[in-house]
């Protein structure tokens, strides 16, 4: 693999950098801390240009390269998820209940190593704008970073973003030009009827009953409402209700979650879970409200950009080791919304075997950090070539 040789030179760096985000992750917004310890890097690389407190603890920095050009934008995320830690190690979290699950800690190592790269060579034209994201997991941080303007702001033209995907083999990178990752949707059912002793069913109106058959009414849409070759998931993930064997309970609580791809098939879900529901409800004499929020967009790589950062990669890791045309995927990613605004690409690198993804013994391979960072650097070297 064709990792640059100084980013491997302080692959130990990375390493460290990493292992202390890990041990302190924060959740959604609050990346106070993460983002200041980022900031500190940024300023030992001799990069003064720093913006602070956006979309409450970001920052973009900028990297002024070698004359006139466009701006590059590199983003890394820095949230961890709300997970009690399983892995045993020496740098596990220190903070009860907050886990680095999905490798954020390693994607913000990844970036600093670039940075730390690129502020020392300054081999490219134009600038480079390093995005350092709070609050993917969830709270819609690349929304709130482009609703407070940070591409007009900062003049980006172009934006990329890496993810690591256990499973996939150590150093492989994959892409797709078009959509990537699907859209991501929330539902919430709460369904109330009347409450009683369970030896008298006839005298309640039994929510769980119509909890089931919603849950199965459900289940019809994606078999039953949906042309097979779009891609779709609708999974009910929760179920709550009742509290004792005797007692027929007055309340019960449903949610899950909707993928999609086309914004015609979202509009068919959404209509036909408001039927199904509201038709359950009836059979069963009981009242139903649904609470239907979209989430996030579908990600969707600019086909020219996936094409060009998929030969940017195979100059990093060879050709035979990327995958320019990778297809989709159910998962989502905030990053759309970069990608709404600007031309650009999401892609994955492998880490080799591990534990999952949102998994509490998951723990990021720091073997790859130095390729994540290479391609990095390279992927501004190559779209902005110093004259």
């Known amino acids: 693999m064709a990792v640059i040789n100084r980013i491997a030179g302080f692959a130990d760096e990375m390493t460290a950098w990493r292992r202390h985000l890990h041990q302190n992750p924060?959740?959604?917004?609050?990346?106070?801390?993460?983002?200041?310890?980022?900031?500190?890097?940024?300023?030992?690389?001799?990069?003064?240009?720093?913006?602070?407190?956006?979309?409450?603890?970001?920052?973009?920095?900028?990297?002024?390269?070698?004359?006139?050009?466009?701006?590059?934008?590199?983003?890394?995320?820095?949230?961890?998820?709300?997970?009690?830690?399983?892995?045993?190690?020496?740098?596990?979290?220190?903070?009860?209940?907050?886990?680095?699950?999905?490798?954020?800690?390693?994607?913000?190592?990844?970036?600093?190593?670039?940075?730390?790269?690129?502020?020392?060579?300054?081999?490219?034209?134009?600038?480079?704008?390093?995005?350092?994201?709070?609050?993917?997991?969830?709270?819609?941080?690349?929304?709130?970073?482009?609703?407070?303007?940070?591409?007009?702001?900062?003049?980006?033209?172009?934006?990329?973003?890496?993810?690591?995907?256990?499973?996939?083999?150590?150093?492989?990178?994959?892409?797709?030009?078009?959509?990537?990752?699907?859209?991501?949707?929330?539902?919430?059912?709460?369904?109330?009827?009347?409450?009683?002793?369970?030896?008298?069913?006839?005298?309640?109106?039994?929510?769980?009953?119509?909890?089931?058959?919603?849950?199965?009414?459900?289940?019809?849409?994606?078999?039953?409402?949906?042309y097979a070759t779009e891609d779709l998931v609708v999974s009910v993930t929760q179920i709550h209700t009742g509290t004792a064997e005797n007692i027929v309970p007055a309340e019960a609580y449903i949610c899950g979650t909707v993928r999609t791809f086309n914004p015609d098939v979202q509009a068919m879900v959404m209509r036909r879970m408001e039927q199904l529901v509201a038709g359950q409800a009836a059979a069963y004499d009981v009242s139903a409200r649904l609470d239907y929020q979209i989430g996030y967009p579908a990600t969707v790589n600019d086909a020219g950009a996936a094409e060009f950062a998929a030969l940017v990669a195979a100059l990093v890791v060879g050709e035979d080791n990327v995958d320019a045309a990778a297809g989709r995927e159910m998962g989502a990613e905030d990053f759309a919304y970069m990608l709404q605004e600007r031309p650009g690409a999401y892609l994955f690198l492998g880490q080799g075997e591990s534990a999952g993804l949102h998994h509490p013994e998951y723990e990021f391979n720091d073997e790859i950090a130095p390729i994540g960072a290479s391609f990095f650097a390279r992927l501004v070297e190559t779209a902005q070539p110093a004259e």
């Open 26 to 226: 924060e959740l959604q917004f609050d990346c106070h801390q993460t983002a200041a310890f980022v900031a500190e890097r940024l300023r030992e690389f001799g990069i003064s240009e720093i913006h602070e407190g956006i979309a409450s603890s970001g920052l973009v920095a900028i990297i002024e390269g070698q004359g006139t050009g466009p701006t590059i934008g590199l983003r890394a995320d820095m949230d961890a998820l709300p997970i009690v830690e399983a892995t045993g190690l020496a740098h596990a979290s220190v903070n009860a209940g907050k886990m680095h699950a999905c490798g954020h800690d390693g994607h913000t190592a990844m970036l600093l190593g670039a940075a730390k790269y690129l502020a020392e060579t300054r081999n490219f034209a134009g600038r480079v704008a390093l995005i350092f994201q709070p609050a993917e997991e969830g709270g819609g941080g690349a929304r709130v970073m482009c609703d407070e303007g940070i591409m007009e702001r900062f003049d980006i033209d172009q934006v990329y973003a890496l993810h690591n995907a256990p499973g996939l083999p150590e150093g492989r990178m994959v892409t797709t030009p078009g959509p990537i990752m699907a859209a991501v949707d929330t539902f919430e059912i709460v369904i109330t009827g009347q409450g009683g002793h369970g030896a008298m069913p006839h005298e309640t109106k039994d929510p769980v009953v119509a909890a089931v058959g919603i849950v199965s009414a459900i289940q019809t849409i994606v078999s039953r409402n949906h």
